[in-house]
């Protein structure tokens, strides 16, 4: 039977299924329902659904989705916009219950899902590294001990005492992955984020998350850099319209996703070694 998986009621996933899986989903479906007409006001919309004269049209964000993320991949997920992967990312960090289907989780998540989600403008930079963190469940004990790091890796100088809504993207984005990878996650989410900031900020997170790997962090990337995808995962899907279009090899899933893509970048396989016995594993 199809369940909810929520905070509440998650489960790890069942050893017989996967048992090297960080993350397990199966037949998993996000359903939105919105109204098929416009309404001027609320007021207008409150009298017209007690009268039961709304009609309301179903959006499936995602379509019966089943992934399995091995435990300390990088895993890639590509498609075009409004293609359903910020909707899945949302779902495995319990931000969406799934309408239908099942999610298991085995491990701790981090999410980095929006520039500036979890940060409030008006606060410096300094303050929202201590809301965000505590958003992640880390204590002030615990921010303090690392602030220090924090600060050092997002490099922002003075900027840290200013408010957030003084700061670009690239910087909002620099503190939030600070924040976020201050502590090693047990799993990684990542959406869009290497997409703003400069090279060496992308080249400070990639080296980051080269450690992770090695440590056994599992990450889920979301990104439109098809040489990022190239040069960190081993492995990818590619979502259309909510639904999965194909898994495997990142390399043959660009290929698909878009025919004639060359590596613009020097790829970095190098940097992220195989774990111990993934190739025994397959890459389906």
């Given at each position: 039977?199809?369940?909810?998986?929520?905070?509440?009621?998650?489960?790890?996933?069942?050893?017989?299924?996967a048992p090297s899986a960080a993350i397990l989903l199966r037949n998993v479906s996000v359903r939105y329902r919105a109204p098929e007409e416009r309404f001027r006001s609320f007021k207008e919309y409150a009298i017209r659904q007690i009268q039961r004269q709304v009609r309301f049209k179903d959006f499936w964000a995602l379509r019966r989705v089943s992934l399995t993320i091995r435990q300390g991949e990088i895993f890639g997920?590509?498609?075009r916009n409004g293609a359903g992967k910020s909707t899945l990312l949302?779902?495995?960090?319990?931000?969406?219950?799934?309408s239908t289907g099942r999610l298991w989780?085995?491990?701790?998540?981090?999410?980095?899902?929006?520039?500036?989600?979890?940060?409030?403008?008006?606060?410096?930079?300094?303050?929202?590294?201590?809301?965000?963190?505590?958003?992640?469940?880390?204590?002030?004990?615990?921010?303090?001990a690392q602030l220090a790091d924090i600060l050092d890796f997002a490099e922002l100088g003075a900027f840290i005492d200013a408010p957030l809504r003084t700061y670009s993207s690239g910087m909002v984005a620099r503190l939030g992955f600070a924040v976020a990878t201050a502590w090693r996650p047990e799993i990684l989410l990542v959406d869009e984020v290497l997409a703003v900031g400069d090279d060496a900020f992308r080249r400070k997170c990639r080296t980051r998350m080269e450690g992770f790997r090695a440590s056994g962090t599992t990450t889920l990337l979301v990104t439109h850099d098809m040489n990022t995808v190239l040069s960190m995962c081993r492995r990818a899907a590619w979502i259309e319209r909510g639904r999965i279009v194909?898994?495997?090899?990142?390399?043959?899933?660009?290929?698909?996703?878009?025919?004639?893509?060359?590596?613009?970048a020097p790829a970095t396989a190098k940097a992220f070694p195989a774990r111990a016995g993934d190739a025994s594993r397959g890459d389906a």
């Open positions: 039977m199809n369940s909810h998986i929520g905070p509440e009621s998650q489960v790890h996933a069942p050893a017989s299924q997920i590509i498609g949302k779902v495995v960090a319990r931000v969406l219950a799934p989780i085995k491990g701790k998540v981090s999410p980095l899902l929006e520039l500036g989600a979890g940060f409030h403008p008006e606060l410096t930079g300094r303050e929202n590294v201590f809301l965000n963190a505590t958003l992640l469940g880390h204590s002030g004990r615990e921010v303090e194909s898994v495997g090899p990142a390399p043959r899933i660009v290929k698909g996703y878009l025919p004639g893509h060359r590596l613009t």
